[in-house]
């Protein structure tokens, strides 16, 4: 997968040569490239923001850098089209499914703006040519979108073939298809068998496996219904069991 970061701190991006997306790219499976928006202004103060039309606090990030930039990423890759990613907190959640349909594509370019956002135009352009996302990384505000890019890269970046030593691995995460389907993972346990006075569980280490099993889903329950009450509300009633009832 092509992945391309434009924005105004490249240093930022840097924790995307370290762990798992560090060493997908040694790898050979991603291939980032960061790029600094102020390569794409004209004037001595390499100037990306302005104040807004209509006044009001804040500044705004300026059409022209983010248009050449843009056009120069998109000619380097052409005639391939990829999904351009806009971060910001006025945009659609990113959830799992996302994560998992970006992991579908094969190239991803990301927008992170800092100030109050990105002149409007830029995604008007963009959009009636690409396919086009904002999305936000959820209800709280950040003061630029290079975090949120570190998080969607890294969710994304997990679910490629080949990143994850064990294709297991994510089978069972929270959030994602399958017999847990959108419950909350419980509590997990390694050796030694007890410490500080606290043992494990006794079920787990009694190699009956579909006594582990139960308790597992018991504990994913108790733990969903503790933290995430709105995921059991929107549960499909049809993915629990007559034992997930009683409980
Ligand atoms: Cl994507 N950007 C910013 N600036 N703040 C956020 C966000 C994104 N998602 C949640 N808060």
């Not at 050449?68 to 499914?97: C, H, N």
């Not at 787990?204 to 504990?219: P, V």
Request: aromatic content about 6%; charged content about 30%.
């Amino acid at each position: 997968m092509r992945l391309d970061v434009v924005t105004i701190f490249p240093e930022y991006l840097e924790p995307l040569d370290v762990s798992l997306v560090g060493k997908a790219r040694a790898a050979g499976l991603l291939d980032v490239r960061v790029h600094d928006l102020r390569r794409f202004t004209h004037d001595r103060h390499h100037t990306v923001d302005d104040t807004p039309y209509g006044g009001g606090p804040g500044m705004v990030m300026k059409p022209e850098p983010w248009g050449e930039a843009l056009d120069t990423v998109l000619a380097s890759g052409a005639p391939a089209k990829p999904v351009i990613v806009v971060p910001t907190p006025s945009g659609r959640p990113f959830t799992q499914d996302l994560a998992q349909r970006l992991a579908g594509e094969e190239w991803l370019i990301f927008t992170p703006a800092r100030y109050e956002g990105i002149d409007r135009r830029v995604i008007e352009e963009y959009g009636a040519r690409f396919d086009v996302r904002e999305v936000s990384i959820g209800d709280y505000v950040l003061a630029g979108g290079e975090a949120p890019v570190l998080v969607m890269v890294e969710a994304v970046a997990r679910l490629l073939p080949g990143v994850l030593g064990n294709a297991d691995s994510h089978r069972d995460d929270s959030f994602a298809p399958g017999a847990m389907a959108g419950l909350l993972e419980g509590p997990v346990y390694t050796k030694p068998p007890e410490w500080r006075g606290r043992a494990v569980p006794e079920v787990l280490i009694s190699g009956h496996h579909g006594r582990i099993a139960r308790w597992r889903r018991d504990e994913a329950l108790r733990r969903t219904s503790d933290n995430r009450p709105d995921l059991i509300e929107r549960c499909d009633p049809a993915s629990l069991d007559k034992h997930d009832r009683a409980a």
